[in-house]
Each structure stands twice: as C-alpha cells, then as structure tokens.
C-alpha cells in the first residue's frame, strides 16, 4: 500500500494520530521536499516519528518514481506532504504511477493552506480561483496572475495567492558547465509578491489598460499560518509591500466584495486602523442571521 500522508502546517505536532499510526509500521517513508516545508525541519520530524525520512525532491518524484514505488505491492510505503496530500498539489501523476503498477494507495488528510487561510476572517465561500505569484527574473516577468485576480475580483470574488518556492536551483552557470550546485533556497515573501503586483499596476496604468485592483485594495499578508508565531497583516496593497512577515512560508490574498464581518475580523489584523475605517460595517445584530 501506498499512503499519502499529510503532515499538516505547523509543526510536528499537527500530524493525525491515524498518520504516525501508519508512518511507525511503513517499511520506507519519504519526505516530498519541494512544494511546501514545515520549519521545524526534517531532523525534528524524523526524532519525533521515530523513522529515518527520505527527502523527495522534484526529480525524484517527477523522474525516478519507480524508486517510491518499489515494493509498495507487498509491504507499506509513506510519502508525506506538508499540508494536506491533495490541497494545492494533488500529486495524481504518483497516484496515477501506483495505480497503473497495480499498486493500492490512501490518502491521510490534514489541514491545508486552501483552508487555514480562513483563520484571517475571510470566509472561504468567498474565495475565486487560487493563483501562483512565480519570482520574476530578468527576462521572464508573466502578468497572468493579475489577470486571474482581476477575473475574481469582477465576480466579488477573494484570491488566495500562493507564493512562489525555489529549492535546488541551479545558476545559469552552474548548469550550463552541468555543475551539480545548487543555490540556497528561495521563499517569496509578502512584500515580494506585492511590490510584483504594485509593478504591474504600474505598467497597466501606463499602458492605459483596464484596472482589476490597485495599491489603495485591501490585501492579507498571512506567514506561517498553524504554527505558534503565526503572521496575519491586513492593508492595502502598497502597505504590505512594506511589511515585513519574518520567515516562510508566506501566502497572500487580495480581496473582493468584503461582507461587514469579513471586514470586522480584518480589523483585527490591520497594519494601520485608519485603512480600514473608513470601509462601510454593519450593526453587530447582523452577525447573527
Ligand atoms: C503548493 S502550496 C501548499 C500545498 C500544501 N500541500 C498544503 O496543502 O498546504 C505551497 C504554498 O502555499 C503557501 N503556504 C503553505 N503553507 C503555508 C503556511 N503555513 N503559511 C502561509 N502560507 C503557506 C505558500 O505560499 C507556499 O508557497
């Protein structure tokens, strides 16, 4: 059997007890290592387990994933995501992989990002398509993103953005001379993302285009939800570019139509009250209906 564990957002605490259950009676466990992490790292994870990991990168699960499911036929292989096994990443090529090779698999869900982002107020009924923020580089700065955004927010609609992660890259250099080092791991934060949007609605105002949100829309900047020194920042675009969340993981959302308690709990978080005071809120009798 192969199991899809989900290990959850915090820390190693937040795995299910079925998970750990399972992960102590697997013959190998591996550790998908380039989608999402968990701070706390892998050594503390395999102390608390108990059970050596095997990191995953890319290339292994992409290219060699005979090696994950190697056996799997006749005893018990764990692959354990970050989050929930199927929130964001689905993972369905390895599924598909198992499933072909007359492999059977099951899924141990956790919480997700696509759900703990509810944390910050906004309800996630309200939520449009997610979006990927990738980092620009010199010659490579896509505006797709925006667009989505934009589309969402025509039907009043919230956008959760999930933040680009670069782990074993490569300078051109490196790979050019086939060098085998890699560059130190890459996070994109808040700021990151919104001084990348801030960019394009520059570029669209210069361009005269069509405006989906600009630097005065109310943004969440969200860091390390589910862990204990999680960030929740509320403000507008431009003042989130300012703002700094601390270390990773770092998701944000641009907002649609707010519903008056939506924009109460925002309250809660806010960068600077004043941005959000003068937003309409209803009598709290509302709440109740
Ligand atoms: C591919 S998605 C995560 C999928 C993961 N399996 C899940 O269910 O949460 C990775 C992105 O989600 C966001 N993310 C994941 N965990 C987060 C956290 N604890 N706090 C804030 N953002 C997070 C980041 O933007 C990160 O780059």
Same mark, same amino acid.
């Given at each position: ?14 795995? &299910? *007890?079925?998970?750990?259950? #399972?992960?102590?009676?697997?013959s190998r ?6 989608? !999402? #992490? @968990? &701070? ?28 994950i499911l190697k056996g799997a036929d006749v005893s018990n292989v ?10 964001? $990443? $689905?993972?369905?090529?390895? *599924? ?7 492999i ?8 997700? #990002? ?7 107020? @906004? ?12 980092? /620009?580089?010199? &010659? /490579?700065? =896509? ?16 956008? @959760? ?5 670069? *782990?074993?890259?490569? !300078?051109?250099?490196?790979? @050019?001379?086939?060098?085998? #080092? ?18 394009? *609605? ?39 570019? !300012?703002?700094?969340?601390?270390? =990773? ?23 600077? =009250? ?11 009798? &509302?709440?109740? !209906?």
């Open positions: 059997m192969l199991y899809f564990i989900g290990l959850g957002l915090g820390d190693t605490k937040d795995i &299910t *007890v079925k998970g750990l259950e #399972i992960i102590k009676q697997c466990v591996y550790l998908e290592a380039y989608t !999402s #992490i @968990l &701070t706390v790292g892998k050594e503390a994870l395999e102390e608390f387990y108990g059970r050596e990991l095997i990191l995953a990168d890319r290339d292994m699960v992409e290219q060699e994933a005979e090696e764990a692959f354990l995501v970050v989050g929930d096994p199927f929130g964001a $990443t $689905t993972h369905s090529d390895l *599924v598909l992989r198992a499933v072909n090779a007359g059977e698999y099951r899924v141990i869900h956790n919480a997700s #990002i696509m759900n703990a982002v509810g944390c910050c107020g @906004l309800q996630l009924y309200n939520f449009g398509e997610t979006v990927s923020i990738v980092f /620009w580089t010199d &010659t /490579w700065r =896509p505006e797709s993103f925006y667009d989505k955004i934009h589309r969402n927010r025509e039907n009043g609609l919230h956008t @959760l953005c999930l933040l680009d992660i670069k *782990v074993k890259e490569q !300078s051109m250099e490196n790979l @050019l001379r086939g060098r085998k #080092i890699y560059e130190p791991p890459r996070y994109m934060s808040v700021s990151q993302a919104a001084e990348q949007l801030l960019e394009i *609605v520059q570029n669209r105002r210069e361009r005269k285009e069509d405006l989906g949100f600009t630097e005065d829309t109310i943004c969440v900047g969200l860091a390390r939800v589910g862990a204990e020194d999680q960030a929740i920042r509320a403000g507008s675009l431009r003042q989130l570019a !300012s703002c700094d969340l601390g270390g =990773p993981l770092h998701s944000l959302i641009v907002t649609g139509h707010l519903h008056p308690l939506e924009l109460d709990m925002l309250r809660l978080s806010a960068v600077e =009250p004043a941005t959000l005071q003068g937003l309409k809120t209803l009598d709290s009798s &509302t709440y109740t !209906s």
